[in-house]
């Protein structure tokens, strides 16, 4: 018999904190939050550090033919003030290597879509118990290019080229292994809700197979292939969309399941990799498995050599050993 008054003070404390957090981490203006720094301590290169031997022997070797005796000590002290010479030059090397790489990241990240994404990201983890971002994937994408005509004039001209982008994901698409605690840990799994434009624009680009994503196509592209399953209809109706339209998928829409774990190499074998690509039949592979129905697209090795995936999550409160946090 209480008061059902509900005064959305939930709301206003959320766009708070995401006014608060868009202040930090997406900059003011044109400055960016962040920046690159090359280690205080860079590594000598093998090349440098035999020159600079070479450097110290030289000396070394006329004064011993002089008949002078040279220390251990006095090798030292020559070899000092070398070193020193070399490790400032190589200081300022990383400096200048760093502000390339940091121009041409913000180039990405700019070209990617990375601050739409960031921007959607910090709603998500104000609201949702994870936020989750991914990036780079790998998309084809048209530009619009002007192309000289012969009179002198310019015409548009549309196309297709390969892009990296980063994009917000849905933290109801995302399912990670029961007993994960980060993103790498065990397996994770993201599911696509594909339009048919999208299922062909993966042709082309490397690592799907376009003869399974046609026949995909060809068995699901009319009615669609979508699991309504109850998270499904609850999510739907909280984001105001329908769920009364007949067959519960008027868009047509495919889903597609993303596999991020490892796989025994002889179910990889069998599948069509090469056993040049998988030595050790009996061992664990990290991939990286696209699935539309009973269609396999998509089937590789992930290459990363530390066998990260393509996420990055964050709560606005951790929970120690849980991956999921609070809101």
């Not at 118990?129 to 549309?158: H, M, N």
Request: aromatic fraction near 8%; hydrophobic fraction near 35%.
């Amino acid at each position: 018999g209480g008061s059902e008054v509900y005064a959305m003070l939930t709301s206003v404390k959320c766009r708070s904190a995401g006014s608060w957090l868009r202040d930090v981490l997406m900059g003011q203006g044109a400055e960016k939050p962040w920046t690159l720094r090359p280690t205080k301590v860079p590594s000598l290169p093998p090349e440098v550090g035999e020159q600079i031997v070479q450097q110290v022997a030289q000396p070394i070797q006329q004064a011993m033919m002089s008949g002078e005796q040279i220390t251990d000590e006095q090798i030292m002290q020559m070899m000092g003030p070398m070193r020193d010479r070399a490790m400032e030059q190589l200081r300022e090397q990383a400096r200048q290597r760093a502000q390339r790489m940091e121009d041409k990241m913000e180039d990405q990240l700019s070209e990617g879509g990375w601050l739409h994404a960031l921007d959607a990201f910090i709603d998500d983890i104000t609201t949702f118990p994870c936020a989750v971002i991914k990036g780079p994937i790998v998309r084809k994408k048209p530009v619009l290019q002007w192309a000289p005509l012969p009179d002198g004039s310019f015409a548009p001209l549309v196309e297709e080229t390969i892009k990296l982008e980063w994009e917000r994901i849905d933290p109801f698409m995302v399912y990670p292994s029961p007993s994960s605690t980060t993103i790498d840990d065990g397996y994770l799994l993201e599911k696509h809700r594909l339009h048919r434009q999208d299922l062909e624009d993966l042709i082309g680009v490397d690592g799907y197979s376009e003869k399974e994503i046609r026949a995909a196509l060809e068995d699901y592209g009319r009615g669609g292939l979508r699991e309504w399953l109850t998270n499904d209809v609850a999510q739907s109706d909280a984001e105001g969309k329908s769920t009364t339209s007949v067959g519960l998928n008027p868009d047509g829409l495919i889903d597609a399941l993303e596999y991020w774990g490892s796989v025994q190499g002889q179910k990889l074998i069998d599948w069509g990799m090469s056993e040049r690509d998988i030595p050790e039949p009996t061992r664990e592979y990290p991939v990286n498995i696209w699935v539309v129905g009973t269609h396999v697209i998509k089937a590789v090795l992930n290459y990363d050599p530390m066998r990260r995936k393509p996420y990055y999550k964050a709560s606005y409160e951790d929970i120690p050993g849980s991956f999921w946090g609070n809101s």
